[in-house]
C-alpha cells in the first residue's frame, strides 16, 4: 500500500516564476492538505482540498492555488515566487469518513528560489 | 486564539540520558486532539502519537512517554535513556475537528543526542 508520495523531491526556481508541485494521496483517501515548513519553523496551513474543492484556506496569499483531480491528487502552484517561499512543502493526505480524519504525510518537497 | 507553544528551540544530551519535550497549547474549542510527529533530516514527518481532549490519561509507548495536562494545556513528551536515533526535530501540533479539520503546529523542538 503506497503511502503519500510527492514530486519533485527537490526544485530550484529563481524570483517571479511559477511553480506546481504534485501530491497522490494514500489509497483509500479523498483529502489533501498542503503545508509549507520554512526552515526552523513548523508547518503552516496552507489549504485543504476535498471533492475537487478547497474546503477550507489559511493565512497565504492568492499566489498560492490549487487543484484537486477526480483521482484525488492534487497540485499546489505558486505564482510570482519571493524568496520568502522558499520552503519544505508538505502534502498530507485524509479520509473524510468518521470523526476523526488522522492526516498521513508525504515526504515534502524541498523549494529553494533564488 | 489557537496555538502551540515549544518554547525550548534546542535541546542536546548525552546518550541514555531522559529527555523532556514541553508543548503548551491554547485553544477554547473542547473537542481537540494533540499530536507529537517526529521530523528526521529526511523532512518526513512521522506520527509519534495522538490523545483526544477527554482522555488525560498518561501513556507510555517503549522508551517514550507522554504526560497530558489539561489543567495546565501542556502535553509533555518524555524520551527515557535516549539513544543517537532519537535526533530529530520533534513538533507537537493540534487538531480541531469543528471548521478546518487542520493541524496547527508548534515550532519545533531540534533534539540532539550525543553519543
Known amino acids: 500500500d503506497a503511502g503519500v508520495t510527492q514530486s519533485p523531491t527537490h526544485l530550484i526556481k529563481t524570483r517571479g516564476q511559477q511553480v506546481t508541485l504534485r501530491c497522490s494521496p494514500k489509497?483509500?483517501?479523498?483529502?489533501v492538505s498542503w503545508y509549507q515548513q520554512a526552515l526552523g519553523q513548523g508547518p503552516q496551513f496552507i489549504f485543504q482540498?476535498?471533492?475537487?474543492?478547497?474546503?477550507q484556506r489559511g493565512n497565504f496569499p492568492d499566489r498560492f492555488s490549487g487543484h484537486q483531480f477526480p483521482n484525488y491528487s492534487s497540485e499546489l502552484n505558486v505564482n510570482a515566487l519571493l524568496l520568502g517561499d522558499s520552503a519544505l512543502y508538505l502534502c498530507?493526505?485524509?479520509?473524510?469518513?468518521?470523526?476523526?480524519?488522522?492526516?498521513?504525510f508525504g515526504p515534502g518537497t524541498r523549494l529553494t528560489v533564488l | 486564539a489557537q496555538k502551540v507553544t515549544q518554547a525550548q528551540t534546542e535541546i542536546s544530551v548525552v546518550e541514555k540520558e531522559d529527555v523532556t519535550l514541553d508543548c503548551v497549547y491554547e485553544?477554547?474549542?473542547?473537542?481537540?486532539?494533540l499530536f507529537w510527529y517526529k521530523q528526521p533530516p529526511s523532512g518526513e514527518l512521522v506520527f509519534l502519537i495522538r490523545?483526544?481532549?477527554?482522555?488525560?490519561q498518561n501513556e507510555i509507548s517503549g522508551r517514550y512517554s507522554w504526560n497530558f495536562q489539561k489543567s495546565t494545556s501542556s502535553f509533555n513528551f518524555t524520551i527515557t535513556a535516549s539513544q543517537v536515533v532519537d535526533s530529530a526535530v520533534y513538533f507537537c501540533?493540534?487538531?480541531?475537528?469543528?471548521?478546518?479539520?487542520?493541524?496547527?503546529f508548534g515550532q519545533g523542538t531540534r533534539l540532539t543526542i550525543n553519543p
Open positions: 498530507a493526505s485524509s479520509s473524510a469518513v468518521g470523526s476523526y480524519n488522522e492526516q498521513f
Open positions: 489509497s483509500g483517501h479523498d483529502t
Open positions: 482540498y476535498y471533492e475537487e474543492e478547497e474546503r
Open positions: 485553544t477554547r474549542d473542547t473537542t481537540y486532539y
Open positions: 490523545r483526544n481532549s477527554f482522555d488525560e
Open positions: 501540533a493540534l487538531y480541531f475537528l469543528q471548521g478546518a479539520q487542520k493541524l496547527v
